[in-house]
T-cell receptor
Framework: DAKTTQPPSMDCAEGRAANLPCNHS???????VYWYRQIHSQGPQYIIH???NNETNEMASLIITEDRKSSTLILPHATLRDTAVYYC?????????????FGKGTLLTVNP | ETGVTQTPRHLVMGMTNKKSLKCEQH?????MYWYKQSAKKPLELMFV???????ENNSVPSRFSPECPNSSHLFLHLHTLQPEDSALYLC??????????????FGPGTRLTVL
């Protein structure tokens, strides 16, 4: 499966946009990029996923570069409750795309 | 109840005890998962069930025994655990469409302490 690289931590001011980068330079053509987050001591929460095109839902936007080697998760107006570890995941392709390999993710701290 | 529920939320057990963790999903999904999250470690996939059939056992010791009686319920039976098995155990579910497993929805987890 494609490996992802994320910064270990980021800070963001409340009300500002949080932009979380992810590198996945070995991604193959049919592999999706998924984002999850985990608030302390809770189960992970699905945020968004995409293949080629940019995606937006009620939680966030996902911007994928044209070469698909990197992506950015955007929380447009971060709140204190968005403080969490954010995971960028490229599941296995070839029929076993249930394997979510959770790395260390990015700890986003939203400051008042 | 909505989403994915897990009981109990907290469990303390001795090494000779037998206990079970329960997970129930109310999302109409057909795949369910068990994950383990030890302190300061990434989540590790333990088991996967697709339409009640186990499709993945990620080299989990036999002292962990999963059971999936139907697509909505998943159990993890525990016996003769070790203190290093203390962790947060998370259940998840997703919808499988052909070969594609859609996004997973997680429960709140069971915090297990083995004395």
């Amino acid at each position: 499966d494609a490996k992802t690289t994320q910064p270990p931590s980021m800070d963001c001011a409340e009300g500002r946009a949080a932009n979380l980068p992810c590198n996945h330079s070995t991604i193959s053509g049919n592999e999706y990029v998924y984002w999850y987050r985990q608030i302390h001591s809770q189960g992970p929460q699905y945020i968004i996923h995409g293949l080629k095109n940019n995606e937006t839902n009620e939680m966030a936007s996902l911007i994928i570069t044209e070469d698909r080697k990197s992506s950015t998760l955007i929380l447009p107006h971060a709140t204190l409750r968005d403080t969490a570890v954010y995971y960028c995941i490229v599941p296995n392709s070839g029929g076993s795309n249930y394997k979510l390999t959770f790395g260390k993710g990015t700890l986003l701290t939203v400051n008042p | 109840e909505t989403g994915v529920t897990q009981t109990p939320r907290h469990l303390v057990m001795g090494m000779t005890n037998k206990k079970s963790l329960k997970c129930e999903q109310h999302l109409g999904h057909n795949a369910m998962y068990w994950y383990k999250q030890s302190a300061k470690k990434p989540l590790e996939l333990m088991f996967v069930y697709n339409f009640k059939e186990q499709t993945e056992n990620n080299s989990v010791p036999s002292r962990f025994s999963p059971e999936c009686p139907n697509s909505s319920h998943l159990f993890l039976h525990l016996h003769t655990l070790q203190p290093e098995d203390s962790a947060l155990y998370l259940c998840a579910s997703s919808q499988v469409m052909g070969q594609f497993y859609n996004e997973q929805f997680f429960g709140p987890g069971t915090r297990l302490t083995v004395l």
